[in-house]
């Protein structure tokens, strides 16, 4: 299997964020691409390549199918504007947050606010540090996304067993169209799926989240959307707290392309998760019109992980390809979440293996 990455997606590490109120070092570090990239380079079956590094050219445009201008922008500029009037140089996190009741009074436009605001406004948690290297990082991650995406859609001599791995830093599920959270400051997944609807003639994307969060970002980006059918395994109640109800369908044209499949805390184990990931694979095999898969693949699942708490052992991994290999449909795999550093190489290389074997 191929397998794309590219350098620049380790310049983004910010020192800390805050989780449940403790400043703490930053999880999501660029130590997981290279654990990652060494557990994969154990094995002969992958061919690790680094994404072109002035490819797409137009990828400003594939973003912005995704993403509004004005927060690009602010991805892009924030950390100069912030740094320039005595944010601390280590990395522009939000102050104040815009909540929704004070939104009726939002008579103030974005691009007027001051640096300190704006975070409160394009950002939803104390996970997203944008420093100097951020931006330059996010793209890069799209890149090797598209990259890996691109290859999908023109090498796969038209067999529904061809997969390709994007290992993509920053992660992306949590991005919704003008919102940064989770760690995700551009939607990787999304992008990659709008690309292949307007790039390579798809007529329907399914999106198979199984990173232990839900990806409230993905949901939203297409929650009206019938061309790309989102549906997702997460821990039912915990982050991103707000979203992941099986409630949540979809909406106008979009009614009946949003599934969510919560599963308890603390309580689910391989076999549940296994029955419930075969739930899902149903879902999609029932929509005949999808011509490809993109999974936004996180092991936060395993039960070692430090911020999560499902109960998967390593076993599971390898079970989780075969069932993602069920489904028949070429496959873009895309890094999402996964914490524990110890297995975090070998959890991925399973669920790869378990898809190619
Ligand atoms: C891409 C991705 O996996 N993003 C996850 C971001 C999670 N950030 C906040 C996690 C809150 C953890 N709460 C700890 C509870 C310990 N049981
Ligand atoms: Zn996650």
């Known amino acids: 299997m191929r397998v ?51 490819w797409p050219e137009d990828i400003k445009d594939c973003i912005l199918a995704v993403h509004s201008k004005e927060y690009v922008e602010y991805l892009e500029n924030i950390y100069s504007e912030w740094t320039a009037i005595g944010g601390d140089k280590s990395a522009v996190f939000p102050e104040t947050f815009q909540h929704r009741s004070m939104q009726s009074f939002g008579s103030r436009n974005t691009n007027s606010m001051s640096p300190l605001a704006k975070p409160g406004v394009y950002c939803f948690d104390l996970s997203c540090p944008i420093t100097s290297h951020t931006y330059r990082a996010a793209i890069a991650s799209v890149r090797i996304t598209l990259s890996a995406a691109r290859y999908l859609a023109t090498a796969r001599n038209g067999s529904p067993h061809f997969g390709v791995f994007a290992l993509a830093r920053p992660p992306g599920h949590h991005t919704q169209d003008a919102l940064c959270g989770g760690y995700c400051f551009l939607n990787n997944a999304a992008i990659a799926a709008k690309y292949l609807l307007e790039h ?53 044209p979009g009614l009946g392309y949003n599934h969510n499949l919560p599963l308890p805390r603390q309580r689910t184990t391989d076999d549940l998760y296994c029955d419930t990931l075969r739930k899902a694979a149903d879902i999609i095999q029932d929509h005949a019109e999808v011509d490809y898969l993109v999974v936004s693949l996180g092991v936060d699942t395993y039960s070692e992980d430090p911020i999560c708490d499902f109960l998967l052992t390593q076993a599971c991994y390898p079970r989780v390809g075969e069932i993602v290999k069920s489904i028949e449909k070429p496959t873009l795999f895309v890094m999402e979440g996964g914490y524990h550093m110890e297995t975090l190489g070998e959890n991925v290389r399973g669920v790869l293996l378990g898809f190619e074997g």
């Open 4 to 54: 794309y990455w590219h350098s620049d997606s380790l310049l983004h590490d910010p020192p800390h964020e805050i989780l449940s109120g403790r400043l703490v070092t930053y999880l999501e570090s660029p130590d997981r691409v290279k654990a990652i990239e060494g557990a994969l380079e154990q094995s002969d079956a992958f061919e690790v390549i680094a994404a072109e590094t002035d």
């Open 200 to 252: 390579h003639g798809s007529k329907c994307i399914a999106i198979l989240d199984i990173d232990y969060h839900h990806g409230n970002g993905t949901q939203q980006i297409f929650y009206h959307n019938p061309q790309v059918l989102y549906v997702s395994l997460h821990a039912d109640g915990d982050y991103p707290y707000f979203t992941g109800s099986s409630e949540e369908r979809g909406s106008g």
